[in-house]
């Protein structure tokens, strides 16, 4: 057996886990994201929270709305004139 594994005795019992820690509450909350160019709805109502100090993957076919909503956290949707954002997003609460 390699060093990666442990094998347990006949009846053996393991001790309970440790709690973990509560979560901490989102560095970036998003809430009911809504993106227009013109009278196109081009996101419909999307809500995500960002933790702290991770690594977030958005994935999802061409066209479904990737950049647009990370547009929407760098604000670069600002830029386009046609372009309207609804919902919340909201850093450290705030």
Wanted: hydrophobic share 40%; with cysteine; net charge negative.
């Amino acid at each position: 057996m390699d060093s990666d594994h442990t094998q347990l005795a006949a009846g053996s019992v393991l001790a309970p886990a440790a709690e973990a820690p509560p979560a901490a509450a989102p560095r970036i909350d998003c809430r009911d994201i809504k993106v227009f160019y013109g009278a196109t709805q081009a996101i419909h109502g999307v809500s995500m929270s960002f933790p702290d100090r991770a690594v977030t993957a958005l994935i999802g076919p061409s066209g479904c709305g990737k950049s647009t909503f990370l547009r929407c956290l760098n604000r670069m949707n600002d830029t386009i004139e046609s372009c309207r954002v609804e919902g919340q997003i909201l850093m450290d609460g705030q």
